[in-house]
């Protein structure tokens, strides 16, 4: 089991780096399943607002309720998330790798795609998953203290998935 994490301070760096990475792998044929959340820089975040791009092909799902302006609260829409789930679910199998790009509160509570994450780790792939600072403790205690942080930079990040995927191949 080949499990890595990132976690940054600055969540939107995180994505951008998953995002750059999966894009890189992609270019060099480094067949992925998951998700990442790709990063406008030209677009200012909004809170709560998510939209995932599925790998491999980029698809995108946004998993998100459409609140009304002025009203709090998370907008994340649970059904939409678990079919997005589903196609993940579907793509592993041709994969060499899972990229999640969040362990968030519905992988905490055991759902969302940590079955997903488990399927990899019993087929030998390497996993990479983002995590937000707030939720490092939970995400440590489901990894079982058998995840290793990689940095919040994209080199470092892909040499690490290409030698993991070589060396599940193997």
Known sequence: M?????CSEDERRTDAVLA???ERAAQQGIALAGTV????PDVPPEKCHIVLALLPDGERRDISYP???GHEGCRLNPGALEEAVVVVQRRLPGAQALV???FGKQEAAGRGL???IGEACARGIP?????????LDAFLGFADGRAERLPAEEAPIFDWLR????????
Request: proline share 8%.
């Open 20 to 22: 750059a990475v999966a």
């Open 37 to 40: 959340q790709p990063v406008d």
């Open 114 to 116: 940590v079955h997903a």
């Open 2 to 6: 080949d499990i890595r994490y990132v």
């Open 67 to 69: 609140l009304q302006p």
């Open 100 to 102: 999640v790009n969040k």
């Open 163 to 170: 030698t993991g995927c070589a060396a599940s191949a193997a």
């Open 127 to 135: 996993v990479l998953i983002g995590v937000s600072p707030a939720l």
